[in-house]
């Protein structure tokens, strides 16, 4: 069975810190899938990355920064230089490969909160 | 801007009415997901379409009712709901299957209230 754990519930940073969200991961399959996603107060789960198993590389979206490491299992989300903006529910999920499988598991998510 | 379109945004309705919720998409995706929130929780997966058949259906209670009547379009019919099942319903879209790990994309969601 698939888990992520986001075991920050809340977080709460003034505008222009660096914050870091945490995601950590279960999985016995050798090929898996991780996202993250945001969901802003109206609603719509915002797809932001998309992350292959075979490839560790980190990634860079002008603000945003990913770092997986499969040593640890863990997937996680920084901001830099945050905006109230970037205040919302932040998931993080998984899936695995598996044809026809096309379920994702979901942490329980990390409401962050920018103070301007 | 979503590029998956749910109807309606919010919805009101007694416990004896039938409504329905509506998505769509044009991304030429062939898997089309349903999706219920409660607050203050991750989404929950109720049922997925895939070439247009149900593939999953997540032991959804029979007052819910998934069509599907082409490959851009997704239905919810409601009837007879309680208030327990007040909570956001998100439609959603991808690709299907393979080794891809194909994103799934959102609807920006139905605010449902039974009442």
């Known amino acids: 069975a698939q888990k992520v754990t986001q075991a920050q519930t809340e977080i709460s940073v003034v505008e222009k810190e660096d914050v870091t969200l945490d995601c950590v991961y279960e999985t016995r399959d050798t090929t898996y899938y991780l996202f993250w996603y945001k969901q802003p107060p109206s609603g719509e789960l915002v797809f932001l990355i998309r992350r292959n198993s075979f490839d560790e590389q980190n990634e860079i979206s002008g603000r945003y920064s990913w770092n997986f490491q499969k040593s640890t299992s863990s997937f996680n989300f920084t901001i830099t230089a945050s905006q109230v903006v970037d205040s919302a529910v932040y998931f993080c999920?998984?899936?695995?490969?598996?044809?026809?499988?096309?379920?994702?598991?979901f942490g329980t998510g990390t409401r962050l909160t920018i103070i301007p | 801007d979503t590029e998956v379109t749910q109807t309606p945004k919010h919805l009101v309705m007694g416990m004896t009415n039938k409504k329905s919720l509506k998505c769509e998409q044009h991304m030429g995706h062939r898997a089309m997901y349903w999706y219920k929130q409660k607050a203050k929780k991750p989404p929950e997966l109720m049922f997925v379409y895939s070439y247009e058949k149900l593939s999953i259906n997540e032991s959804v209670p029979s007052r819910f009712s998934p069509e599907c009547p082409n490959s851009s379009l997704l239905n919810l019919h409601l009837h007879a709901l309680q208030p327990e099942d007040s909570a956001l319903y998100l439609c959603a879209s991808s690709q299907v299957g393979g080794l891809s790990g194909n994103t799934i994309y959102f609807g920006e969601g139905s605010w449902l209230t039974v009442v």
């Open positions: 999920a998984l899936r695995i490969s598996n044809f026809g499988n096309e379920k994702l598991t």
